[in-house]
């Protein structure tokens, strides 16, 4: 059974950061991309970022946050994360790491309906 936990959400000030934090059980971070997702109220859930398995660990960042966000992971921990700096109000959603067999390229990583494993999310909130 996979399962993926983020972690790390909160309240910030704009300018400030988080590091949210995504952990994956039941399966290795070798064959799998890994991306983070945002979801705002009353919105489609939408890409943030993602980054594909070791061999390339090939990044890709949506136009939004591309220069303040940076996706990481520590393959042997399977752990993912995102790094956020100059966070705007505009970035409060509810942020969630997903999982995606194999490779994808920059068009199909964007694609939530690719993702098969969802966790269940983490707020952040940055205040004005």
């Known amino acids: 059974q996979v399962e993926l936990v983020e972690s790390g959400g909160g309240l910030v000030q704009a300018g400030g950061s988080l590091r949210l934090s995504c952990a994956a059980s039941?399966?290795?971070?070798?064959?799998?991309?890994m991306g983070w997702f945002r979801q705002f109220p009353g919105k489609e859930r939408e890409f943030v970022a993602s980054v594909t398995p070791p061999k390339f660990n090939t990044t890709y960042y949506a136009d939004a946050v591309k220069g303040r966000f940076t996706i990481s992971k520590e393959n042997a921990k399977n752990i993912m994360y995102l790094q956020m700096n100059a966070l705007k109000p505009e970035d409060t959603a509810v942020y969630y790491c997903?999982?995606?067999?194999?490779?994808?390229?920059?068009?199909?990583?964007?694609?939530?309906?690719?993702?098969?494993?969802w966790g269940q999310g983490t707020q952040v909130t940055v205040s004005s």
């Open positions: 997903a999982e995606l067999d194999g490779y994808c390229t920059r068009i199909s990583c964007r694609d939530r309906r690719l993702y098969t494993r």
């Open positions: 039941g399966r290795t971070f070798s064959v799998v991309t």
